[in-house]
């Protein structure tokens, strides 16, 4: 097999990407992957070395650190499946975009004194898990320094759209695609393959689990339920950190089942703000950029009531002249303002949201047998900590009374009596007492007699 390197990203490891996009990208390396012809027309070459900018119209100057600047706003190209740290092998000139690239980026345009906002456009299918969640704890802590926005144009999908959430603002484009909030993971068996080439793999290893998952082999039951917990913990991540990064209910996010919505829709489904293009957020925030250069007086300032120039360049009564906003002006504040109260609104949401689950997860500390509860009440977007206590403590009950009852059942004649006169409600009394011991001695006087 050839380039070991692109297997063991591909296969038997996590991965947040668009299902469809991993099909597409193994059988693109297929032959790669297992040594056959490799099929090169030159055409495809040649646009896969087309750069991303020249699908926007909005030209910049490209920085030393990577993104190009348009009057004022830094415009970051996120393109490609994503990786954990950028990778570029001179051999078959096979490069990765790494999430360490794209978080530098973004961190040094925050720091550039000559930008005053930040878009990322995403055209991306997602990439490895490895990375995506650190990328994008570190965008999300960059909210509130400058304006930051993200589209998908013209996608930004699974860990694309972790990333991209994350930003103050994602927005779409009207044949983009977004979401695919989910996890796959695809196990390869090769053993087939190596046996019609009379290759027979031997592991020797220690530890019951060194070998889990391996390609030489069918998949073990065992281990594919242990892959699957894996899983479903990395997937109950992707969801909270949706959730803190929209201000959606992890019930919500959650509901969405990994689907991936184009344009329109995926604003209804809350997962952008709004369908627009690239070209208009980055004109949008451009005109948020302060100008330090004075405008200057206009003609009606310098002249008098008659029309006759004033010296002193003011209107009657000694007021300077106003000069009234430009439309352009008013659209940006207005823009700026809605942004604001968009970002504002969104972080309070999150974090309110964040901290109910987290409640949640500590009423559960230190309550065994109730970790599917704990879980199922995190996720459904609505149960305080308060909440989540009573319902521990209702379930805990429940299984007390069920060991209880089952410890009953399991006990002799003579303590059944007893605990169900106890559970009755019955109080010894004189009589009580005096009537069992009638009954004991008659019981006693019995068997003798049978004996006799």
């Known amino acids: ?51 991303r900018e020249l ?20 415009v970051i190209y996120a393109s490609g499946a994503l990786v954990h740290r950028t990778q570029f092998k001179a051999a078959d000139s096979n490069y ?8 530098s980026q973004l961190e040094a345009a925050m720091a550039d004194p000559d930008v005053h906002a930040v878009v990322q456009i995403w055209d991306s299918p997602g990439g490895e898990v490895a990375g995506a969640f650190e990328y994008a704890d570190r965008v999300y802590s960059l909210r509130g320094r400058k304006p930051m926005r993200a589209i998908a144009d013209s996608m930004a999908a699974s860990a694309a759209y972790l990333g991209g959430s994350a930003f103050d603002e994602l927005a779409i484009t009207s044949t983009g695609y977004a979401g695919s909030i989910g996890v796959v993971m695809r196990h390869v068996d090769w053993s087939g393959a190596l046996a019609k080439d009379g290759i027979r793999v031997t592991h020797i290893f220690a530890g019951d689990h060194k070998v889990d998952g391996n390609p030489f082999g069918p998949l073990p039951a065992a281990v594919a339920a242990d892959l699957q917990a894996e899983i479903n913990g990395i997937y109950d991540q ?19 089942q990994a689907r991936t919505y184009r344009g329109e829709a995926a604003q209804q489904a809350g997962l952008v703000s709004r369908v627009t293009t690239a070209d208009a957020l980055i004109s949008e925030l451009a005109a948020m950029r302060s100008r330090p250069h004075s405008v200057g007086q206009t003609a009606r300032s310098t002249t008098d009531a008659k ?15 106003a000069q ?24 309070a949401g999150a974090a309110a949201e964040t901290e109910r689950v987290r409640a949640v997860f500590a009423q ?9 509860l704990v879980m199922q009440l995190a996720l459904d977007g609505k149960t305080t900590g308060e909440g989540a206590a009573a319902a521990i403590l209702a379930a805990e009950r429940a299984a007390t009374a069920a060991a209880a009852a089952a410890h009953r059942g399991d006990a002799p004649p003579a303590a ?37």
């Open 238 to 256: 992707f969801v909270i950190a949706v959730a803190r990064h929209t201000g959606l209910s992890i019930e919500a996010v959650r509901a969405t």
């Open 55 to 74: 699908f926007s119209t909005r030209r910049g100057e490209r920085s030393d650190n990577g993104y190009a600047v348009t009057d004022g706003v830094a």
């Open 1 to 51: 097999m050839k380039y070991p390197h692109l297997a063991a990203q591909l296969f038997n490891c996590p991965l947040l990407v668009h299902p469809q996009k991993l099909d597409a990208i193994i059988a693109g390396l297929g032959h790669r992957l297992l040594g056959g012809p490799v099929v090169d027309d030159g055409a495809d070459a040649t646009a896969e070395q087309l750069p």
């Open 364 to 372: 559960g500390e230190g309550m065994q047998g109730h970790a599917a």
């Open 416 to 452: 059944k009596t007893a605990a169900a006169a106890a559970a009755a409600g019955d109080k010894d009394t004189p009589k009580s007492i005096a009537a069992r011991a009638v009954a004991g001695l008659a019981a006693i006087t019995n068997r003798q007699a049978s004996k006799a």
């Open 307 to 321: 029309g006759a120039p004033s010296m002193s360049g003011t209107e009657k009564g000694g007021q300077a002249a």
């Open 324 to 347: 009234a906003p430009t439309s352009e002006q008013l659209e940006a504040a207005r823009a700026e303002g809605y942004q604001r109260g968009l970002a504002e609104g969104r972080q």
């Open 96 to 103: 990765m975009l790494g999430y360490n690239t794209l978080a």
